[in-house]
């Protein structure tokens, strides 16, 4: 097994040994995604690679600040323009999460896979994968420092919204002793941390306090007070003029219940396919029942899409959960 040195060191090696890279992250992109597509092409950027920068849908409206954000092509938008030889994955945990974005890469493609899911299979030729890792900006960051680059504030604020959005306001467990000193180092470039937080943490749209509103009033929970779950249906969405990002964080009011240990949000996608997003106090391994149903994620924070109505589905997740507990 390779050390994370190695690891380091290969996905270095890919880079400066090719060139014309698709740079992806994974559907629905979150704050972690989108700042590791960037700071990925802000690194190749620097070193005279050529690269485009792709997503399966449009990113949020609220990382238009960050640098090269622009220049991400939103696939459902623009379709397969060409097929791509050499591929960065980044905050995918497993292939299938680049979704049609596939349809741009050759079927010999050789591919970078940088994450921190513990839930990744290594499907790329070169690996670069941390567990442990509070979100993948953080390997970026260690990764970037292999190379003789100058940071800039522009990088440093992308780093700084992955490590930010993916530990909750540096409020999650994964906030290391490691993770608060790349930070300090960020802020001394000149990130903005409290214009950041607003931004990402604290402002809310309308429609996002509208569907709020319509997912809490769906609230159940269990008998033993150890479940609760919400959900949202498209006429929830069209009531409230809400799309995808304005859905980010209702998972959170359910798991946050006093005596709750698991959260669960699910979002019919129609009459025939569920997503269901889980969160856990810690007791259950919210990945492992998430990969019983082809998903996947971290310990306390987990997702898979299931086929079936809204009923079926929730009896089947709650069924998985009540056995994990």
């Keep these: 097994m390779q050390t994370y040195e190695q690891g380091l060191l290969n996905a270095k090696a890919f880079i400066e040994e090719h060139d014309d890279f698709l740079v992806v992250s994974h559907v629905q992109p979150d704050g972690d995604a989108v700042s590791s597509t960037v700071a990925v092409g802000w690194l190749l950027s620097c070193l005279g690679k050529k690269f485009t920068l792709v997503n399966e849908g449009p ?44 349809d741009w890469m050759s079927d010999t493609a050789s591919i970078l896979n940088i994450d921190h899911h513990p839930t990744n299979d290594n499907y790329g030729e070169v690996n670069l994968i941390k567990a442990d890792a509070a979100a993948t900006a953080e390997i970026l960051y260690d990764w970037i420092e292999c190379f003789d680059v100058k940071w800039t504030t522009e990088v440093a604020e992308a780093i700084y919204t992955g490590l930010l959005t993916d530990t909750g306001g540096f409020r999650y467990s994964s906030t290391s002793p490691k993770v608060m000193e790349i930070a300090s180092r960020l802020l001394d470039l000149g990130v903005n941390g409290p214009d950041l937080a607003e931004t990402l943490l604290e402002e809310v749209t309308l429609p996002q ?5 319509m997912a809490l009033s769906t609230l159940q929970v269990s008998e033993d007070g150890k479940i609760a779950h919400v959900h949202v249906t498209p006429e929830h969405m069209m009531i409230a ?58 310990i306390k924070a987990a997702g898979c899409r299931l086929e079936g109505t809204l009923a079926e589905v929730t009896a089947q997740v709650i069924q998985q959960v009540k056995e994990s507990l």
């Design 209 to 213: 306090v509208k569907v709020l509103g």
């Design 59 to 102: 990113i949020p409206k609220r990382m238009h600040y960050l640098t090269l954000s622009d220049e991400i092509i939103d696939q459902q938008a623009e379709g397969s323009k060409r097929q791509y030889q050499h591929i960065i994955c980044v905050d995918c945990a497993d292939f299938k999460r680049v979704g049609l974005v596939s």
């Design 241 to 298: 003029g809400a799309d995808n990002e304005d859905l980010e964080g209702i998972v959170n009011y359910p798991r946050n219940i006093q005596g709750v240990e698991v959260g669960i949000f699910f979002k019919v996608i129609d009459d025939t396919a569920v997503k269901a997003s889980l969160r856990s106090a810690g007791k259950v391994n919210v990945a492992a029942v998430a990969q019983h149903f082809g998903g996947g994620g971290h």
